[in-house]
């Protein structure tokens, strides 16, 4: 079955920097197009970047010039670089893929605050 799980989130002051990763597996990675959503308490869930099989990227204008996203596909990982964090990127950030339906991870909690 999927299964997607993420690592990386905690406690940052705002300017910090945090790198999550996420772990699939019960896909064919290389070719599937993976992303990073956040939802923030009281507020819908909203797409972070995203990325292609052939490494295009797409990111939310939130984040740009901030946040990269990357993925090595011999390790089945995603990962989200997020650099000048800001208390408005507090949130829990999911690890997506969409293949017959939507699949999430867990999520993990990022705080930003001082």
């Known amino acids: 079955q999927v299964q997607l799980v993420e690592s990386g989130g905690g406690l940052v002051q705002p300017g910090g920097s945090l790198r999550l990763s996420c772990a699939a597996s019960g896909i064919a990675f290389s070719i599937s197009t993976m992303g990073w959503y956040r939802q923030a308490p009281g507020k819908q869930r909203e797409l972070v970047a995203d990325?292609?099989?052939?490494?295009?990227?797409n990111y939310a204008d939130s984040v740009k010039g901030r946040f990269t996203i990357s993925r090595d596909n011999t390790k089945n990982m995603v990962y989200l670089q997020m650099n000048s964090l800001k208390p408005e990127d507090t949130a829990v950030y999911y690890c997506?893929?969409?293949?017959?339906?939507?699949?999430w991870g867990q999520g993990t909690q990022v705080t930003v605050s001082s």
């Open positions: 997506h893929v969409l293949k017959t339906r939507h699949y």
């Open positions: 990325i292609t099989s052939g490494s295009t990227t």
